[in-house]
């Protein structure tokens, strides 16, 4: 038992994606056991961890200046005669292991993604030990595994939307891409584990769960009887939770959206009408040197049959610009399927090099002048049509599930079922709470609106169903 003034703080920032986010809590949480409590200001930590992405070279790069920081903050520590502990995580730390004590020897602790449930072991041992204390194996008892106990019955998650990793790594080897190299090979969770953490943060409040993944719609989680469960029965079965409203998935690979989870879109109230479903170029040749295994023609279809069972539903999705080999033309093959599939939303990249992937050797590397003007160009493309969604919400009714508060408590924020934000004044209604809201103005990012129902209760899925359909 850790008594109170036993105490000590850790502060975690957190990089790239919601994967991370979700790692970063679980960090805290494996933490906690050793007297840690999180603390948002750095200058009152005893430990910090940089929980690293790796997925383009920006990314990589922010960690090391950050580390800078943290060399002159520790040596002002030691000055006081205070131990400052300096974790490195993540994905960076698992694609630069070793070579984290050469550029930057004021790290402790390297852990990568795989092995963060030792982390208590590595730190008392980074109090004795002279050297970097490493651990980024790939170890065959999963993190989940030892995990376990503990988000089954302590974790105290109180966000109304939760995320929940469901699926890790990834065997897709998209050849632009570090992910199966700092993730490691696809592994999928019992599906009994996953519901029973769900279970646990419906309780402590969640009303919306996002499922995670590196390739989430690749998922084939065991039931208990040991057969193999694609996404489409584990969300049936979280539908069956009880008040859970709203339910989603992040990301998925093209070729992973089988039939069945397709039509779990026009079956499962819950499941939410937006789906993000990175397509990365609007060529096929682009798409054969990216190794995606897919044309642009089977995503075209797959967007078709979604269509088809839930026609309200909204799409987003990942582009990369300036793939080596990327002509003019093909290019322009990007910017006619963003026009013909019209995205509520998407994200978009200048082709970064990531050494030690297939891409970085690929000859015709595109020059970042023309790699930056296609940004311009494809994003000015997206911002046009996210506006237009946008404006075309205004004077439909919606449910709203509201979020968090802003303004000192003056407005309220909710989503969307196609992920838009909604910004209110605050009268009556609180988070966690559903409304149905009737949008007045369409910005570039957000909507604007009033509640039509003064309800104390939160509308039922039926309700949330029944939404009415946008125009693209
Ligand atoms: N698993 C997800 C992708 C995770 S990475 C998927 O398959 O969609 C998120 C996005 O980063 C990718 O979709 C891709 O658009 C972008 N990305 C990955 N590697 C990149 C690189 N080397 N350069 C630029 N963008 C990259
Ligand atoms: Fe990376 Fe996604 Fe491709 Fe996997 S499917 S290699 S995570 S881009
Ligand atoms: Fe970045 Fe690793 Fe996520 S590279 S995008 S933090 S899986």
Request: with cysteine; net charge neutral; glycine share 6%.
């Amino acid at each position: 038992m850790v008594e109170k003034t036993d105490l000590k703080k850790i502060f975690i920032k957190t990089y790239g994606c919601q994967m991370n986010v979700y790692d970063s809590d679980r960090i805290a949480d494996v933490m906690a056991p050793s007297g840690y409590v999180r603390t948002e200001q750095l200058e009152l930590a005893d430990m910090v961890v940089l929980n690293t992405c790796h997925i383009r070279e920006k990314a990589s790069e922010k960690v090391y200046s950050e580390l800078g920081r943290l060399a002159n903050l520790k040596e002002h520590k030691k000055l006081e005669g205070k131990d400052f502990v300096v974790a490195l995580a993540g994905c960076v730390a698992q694609a630069e292991g070793e070579e984290v004590r050469r550029r930057a020897p004021c790290v402790d602790i390297v852990v990568g993604p795989q092995t963060y449930h030792r982390l208590p072991y590595m730190v008392a041992e980074a109090s004795t030990a002279k050297n970097l204390v490493l651990d980024i194996e790939f170890p065959t008892i999963s993190k989940f595994d030892l995990m376990r106990s503990k988000l089954g019955s302590d974790n105290k998650d109180q966000s109304v939307s939760a995320y929940i990793t469901v699926q890790e790594g990834c065997d897709r080897f998209c050849n632009f891409c570090v992910v199966p190299y700092t993730r490691g090979a696809e592994y999928s969770r019992p599906m009994v584990d996953i519901l029973k953490e769900a279970k646990n943060l419906i309780d402590n409040g969640a009303r919306e769960l996002i499922l995670l993944g590196q390739n989430v719609n690749a998922y084939h989680g065991v039931d208990i009887d040991g057969t193999e469960v694609g996404l489409e029965i584990l969300i049936n079965n979280l539908s069956k939770l009880g008040d859970l409203i709203r339910i989603r998935y992040t990301t998925s690979h093209p070729k992973d959206m089988s039939e069945n989870l397709i039509n779990a879109h026009g079956k499962i109230p819950q499941l939410m009408p937006f789906l993000h479903l990175p397509v990365q170029s609007g060529s096929d040749e682009i798409l054969r040197l990216m190794n995606r295994q897919h044309t642009v023609k089977d995503y075209m279809k797959i967007i078709e049959k979604l269509r088809k069972v839930r026609e309200d539903i909204v799409f987003s999705s990942d582009f990369i610009v300036g793939y080596p080999g990327e002509t003019d033309a093909d290019f322009r093959s990007t910017l006619k399927l963003i026009d013909s599939v019209k995205f509520g939303q998407a994200f978009s990249f200048k082709y970064s090099v990531r050494p030690g992937t297939p891409a970085a050797d690929l000859p015709n590397q595109i020059p970042e002048e023309l790699k930056k003007e296609r940004l311009t160009e494809l994003q000015d493309l997206i911002d046009k049509q996210q506006r237009n969604f946008n404006l075309n919400c205004v004077n439909l009714e919606l449910p709203i599930l509201f979020e968090r508060e802003s303004n000192e408590g003056s407005q309220i924020s909710g989503r969307t079922p196609y992920m838009q934000w909604v910004n209110i004044p605050k009268n009556f209604e609180n988070i966690g709470d559903i409304y149905n809201v009737v949008i007045t103005e369409g910005y570039a990012k957000s909507l604007g609106g009033k509640i039509i129902k003064n309800k104390n209760k939160p509308t039922t899925n039926k309700e949330e169903s029944r939404s009415q359909r946008v125009t693209l």
